[in-house]
């Protein structure tokens, strides 16, 4: 157990449903993130949440759609995806500040099977 | 451009041996660097990290080596056992950053020999 939380840890959907994905850290960070994970490719950053505002959103689809209420949880809304969005996402939290040195703690990862 | 890259995309090691997963780096600028292990099933989890300011950092049974003048970064993970079958990845960025900046390598798939 990492502190950081993510369900459901499986998710089958088809391109016309919408469905969430739900992350909590249980570490007192401030700082949370997104990232896609497809097979054979380096981890893809696709949102960062500072203080619970985003600062980075990296030219990810309208289709995938964050949420952060309060600095221990995040979502992401997903609708209308595509096949080629099937991947593992893996939430992650960090405290930016202090050594300078930005060590992310991951979750387990959602696996996500869009027909 | 910026890229962290792996040698090899797979490694077999036997059971008791060491291991060596390599990586390179192509910002100089970098100075913070940081390994991670991904177990089937799990997200990446830290493993040891190193700064610029250092070339070898060990932790229990891993060492990290950091040759700045190749931009090479190696991870050596001594007698190696079953339970370290996993993905390893290299990240790099810098200190002071967002950890938005953070790149990370596309991974070696470690596997273990009985």
């Known amino acids: 157990e990492t502190g950081v939380t993510q369900t459901p840890r499986h998710l089958v959907m088809g391109m016309t449903n919408k469905k969430s994905l739900k992350c909590e850290q249980h570490?007192?960070?401030?700082?949370m993130y997104w990232y896609k994970q497809s097979a054979k490719k380096p981890l893809e950053l696709m949102f960062v949440?500072?203080?619970?505002?985003?600062?980075e959103n990296n030219s990810v689809p309208s289709r995938f759609s964050p949420e952060c209420p309060n600095s221990s949880h995040l979502f992401l809304h997903l609708h209308t995806l595509q096949p080629e969005d099937s991947a593992l996402y893996l939430c992650?939290?960090?405290?930016?500040?202090?050594?300078?040195?930005?060590?992310?703690?991951f979750g387990a990862g959602s696996r996500l099977t869009v027909l | 451009g910026e890229s962290v890259g792996l040698h090899l995309p797979t490694l077999s090691v036997q059971e008791g041996d060491n291991s060596i997963i390599n990586c390179a780096y192509s910002?100089?600028?970098?100075?913070?660097f940081i390994w991670y292990k991904q177990e089937s099933g799990k997200g990446p989890q830290f493993i040891i990290d190193?700064?610029?300011?250092?070339d070898k950092r060990q932790g229990q049974r891993v060492t990290v080596l950091l040759n700045k003048t190749v931009k090479h970064l190696s991870l050596q993970i001594a007698a190696t056992q079953p339970g370290d079958s996993a993905v390893y990845f290299c990240?790099?960025?810098?200190?002071?950053?967002?950890?938005?900046?953070?790149?990370f390598g596309s991974g070696t798939r470690l596997s273990i020999r009985p």
């Open positions: 990240a790099e960025f810098l200190l002071y950053s967002s950890a938005s900046k953070i790149i």
């Open positions: 570490l007192g960070h401030n700082a």
């Open positions: 190193i700064r610029s300011n250092m």
């Open positions: 949440y500072s203080l619970e505002e985003r600062v």
């Open positions: 910002n100089s600028a970098s100075d913070y």
């Open positions: 992650a939290s960090s405290q930016e500040e202090g050594s300078g040195a930005n060590v992310l703690t």
